[in-house]
Each structure stands twice: as C-alpha cells, then as structure tokens.
C-alpha cells in the first residue's frame, strides 16, 4: 500500500478525475466552478474521449491518460472523484484506495453488494475515504424538511410517489429492473436518511405495462419495515408520460405530531395535529453534485463522517437488491439474509490477502454496516 496522500488544511485539493463520459462532463464542470479543488488530470480509456472532455471544460492541456497510476503520481494527485461506469467501480476505486488517495464515487457503489463489502474492507485496511454521491440527499428544500422533522418527531410512515416516461434509450432499456436497479436507490436512500432508522425487511412487486418501452419490469410497489418499526413505501413508474413528478418523486411523511409532505421540487409544507404550520429552516449549502463535493473536501480538511461514507452507503444499494429479490422470489426478504450471504461471496471472490483477512474478521457484514445481524 502507498503513503496516503496529503490533503492540505488550505489551497485547494488537487483531484483526478476518472470518467470523462455524460456524467464525467457534468463532474468537470463543478469541479471548475469549486475554488477548493483543481483538477490535475482525467482518466479514460478512450483518450480521445478524454481529450474533447477536457477541451469542453475549458482546460485543453490537462493531463489525460487511460489508468489512474499513470497520472496519480505525476499529477501529485491528492483525491480521486471516480465517475465511471458502476461495473468498473471496484476496480477503480480499490486501486485508488491502496494507493493511498480517497474516493468520491459516482453512485451506485458497485452492480454488487459483494463488491461493496469489499470495497468497505479497503477503507478500512488503508484508513482511507470512500464517499458515495447521493447527489439527491443534498437539496436546499431537504434541509428545510429535515428540520421540519426534527420539530414533529420520529418519521412512522413515509411514502415516495415517483412517475416519470424518460426514453433514454440504450443499455437501461435491457435492464431486466431499469426503475429499481438505476433509479429507485436515490428515494431508497433518501428513505434511510428522513425515517432516520435502517430498513431491514422489504416486500416488492413489479410490472412492465403494455406500453412500456422498457424490455424489463418499469413499475414497481416496495414496502420497507425499519428497524424502529417505521414502514416505507415507494410506488414508482419509468414509462408513466404526462403528469410527471419531479425527479426526487412526491413524499408524504407521518409522525405522531403531525405531517409533512414535499413535491420533490419546491418548498415542503408541515404541519402539527391541531393544524399549526411548521416553517423549518432553509440553507444556502451547494445542491446535488456540488453538495457532495463540498462535503467530500470539507471531511477531508476538517474530519467527521460524510452522510455517503461507504459503511452507510452499503444499505442504500441493500434496500435495491432486497427490492429485486422480493419482485423475484414474491416474498418478504431480509436485508441481514442478503448482506451476511454478500460477506461470504466477498471473502470468496477475494484475491488480496490483506483485504480477505479484513473480511474475514468481521463476525457479522450487516453490523459492520450499522444494521444488527438479529434484527427481527
């Protein structure tokens, strides 16, 4: 393993890019607009892809190679933002890690939860961050709610509506759960952070309409159970045109006290039992990739624990693969039965010694992620 690298308490943070597609141009431009970070180099494995990213960015003559270790050492990298595809996440970010630089990555973690307790496993082997975007949990209006929340007490019952007719075309049109598999992870996570407890049972059915251009299921109905007896349901649909929602879906959350609900796009709206609003309170953080950048460097220079940090993040990708195997196998599924059958497949497939023997001496994958290994 390499010598971390050092971040600095001020100037800005020098960052290799790895990624130059669609979402690697969104990621270079707020890099550009950061006066906290530069970017020293960008990673393809098409060079001339590279090349014309990096000219759409404004910076022509940026160092562009085909692997990280051609440029980390050159570049005096001191981070690593990974925006490739996620197949190609373990790899890029393992390399990263032992090489001594932390990680922003693109979500989802990893295609699967395997290879997201691996990837934990060399985080922890090496002390270095691993931070996952969840983009969506970085909204100015979410904060006003999460305060809102605060105000009404524990959340018992939330719902995300979620309609929307997108025609990407490409590889999402084969995905045999394109709404599960590429979507649904962003209102799952944001679950996990509003209800404030980790989900540990889940219950899903999906469909694929008549209409649907989708070769894979494109609707479902999930049901998650908490931890603290808090239930979630998401109701989502990838081919409902017309009368869409917004990207973040349309949220009701019920507590004791009262209730709040938000469209996903504007301002929420809250109020106690007896009818009396609750206001919140707004901020002007960064939102979206800008949110986790900022939040990224801020750990960074200033310690804590970012809210994507691999060992949290790990759930977010459990709640999809226990959504898909509910569709499958039509039943209930425990997200424990998953991640301790996950643990095994790691230490199966590893091949580092050092980082198999990290895996192996965990007694329990689920509560190494924060959820008990005996919840009900």
Same mark, same amino acid.
């Given at each position: ?9 001020? $100037? ?11 979402m ?7 890099i550009? @607009? ?8 960008? !990673?393809?494995?098409?060079l ?32 690593? /933002? ?9 790899? =890029? ?8 630089? #932390? ?13 997201c ?23 100015r209006? +979410? ?18 509506? %979620? ?16 709404l599960l598999?590429?979507? &649904?992870?962003?209102?799952? @996570? ?11 049972? &889940?219950?899903?059915a ?11 299921d494109?609707? &479902? ?6 931890a603290d ?35 996903? @796009? $504007? ?10 609003? =609750? ?12 949110g986790?950048?900022?939040? %990224?460097?801020? /750990? ?13 993040? !790990? ?5 999809? @693969? ?15 039965? +998953?991640?301790?059958? &996950?643990?095994?497949?790691? =230490? ?14 965990? #007694? ?8 008990p290994?005996?919840?009900?």
């Amino acid at each position: 393993m390499a010598e971390p690298a050092t971040v600095p308490a001020d $100037g800005p943070l020098r960052l290799l890019q790895v990624g130059a597609g669609g979402m690697g141009r969104a990621w270079l431009a707020t890099i550009a @607009d950061n006066p906290d970070v530069e970017l020293v180099g960008l !990673v393809d494995l098409d060079l001339e892809t590279a090349r014309e990213a990096a000219a759409g960015a404004g910076v022509p003559d940026l160092p562009v190679g085909r692997a990280l270790a051609e440029l980390a050492g050159p570049t005096r990298a001191q981070a690593v /933002v990974d925006v490739t595809v996620p197949r190609a996440h373990h790899a =890029v970010n393992t390399e990263a890690l032992l090489a001594g630089l #932390p990680v922003l990555c693109e979500k989802p973690l990893a295609e699967s939860l395997a290879e997201c307790l691996s990837m934990v496993a060399v985080s922890e082997l090496t002390g270095q961050l691993l931070m996952v975007s969840q983009s969506r949990r970085y909204w100015r209006h +979410l904060d006003r709610l999460r305060s809102q929340l605060v105000e009404l007490g524990p959340v018992g019952l939330a719902t995300c509506t %979620f309609a929307r007719g997108p025609h990407f075309g490409g590889f999402r049109d084969a995905m045999p759960h394109p709404l599960l598999v590429d979507m &649904a992870i962003h209102q799952f @996570d944001l679950a996990r952070d509003l209800v404030g407890s980790e989900p540990v049972e &889940a219950f899903c059915a999906s469909s694929n309409p008549p209409w649907s251009w989708y070769a894979g299921d494109a609707a &479902a109905t999930a049901v998650f159970r908490f931890a603290d007896g808090a239930r979630f349901t998401f109701d989502g649909s990838w081919c409902s045109p017309g009368l869409e929602t917004s990207w973040n879906g349309h949220w009701r959350l019920a507590t004791a006290e009262g209730s709040a609900v938000w469209d996903g @796009d $504007g301002a929420p709206l809250a109020e106690r039992a007896d009818g009396t609003p =609750v206001p919140g309170t707004a901020s002007d953080a960064p939102e979206q990739i800008a949110g986790s950048l900022a939040e %990224f460097v801020r /750990v960074l220079r200033h310690g804590g624990t970012p809210s994507g940090e691999v060992h949290r993040n !790990v759930l977010s990708v459990a709640m999809v @693969d226990a959504a898909t195997a509910s569709a499958e196998q039509g039943r209930w599924v425990r997200i424990a039965d +998953l991640l301790e059958q &996950a643990h095994g497949q790691a =230490v199966a497939d590893e091949r580092r010694p050092e980082v198999r023997a990290v895996l192996e001496s965990w #007694p329990s994958a689920a509560a190494r992620v924060g959820l008990p290994a005996a919840a009900p």
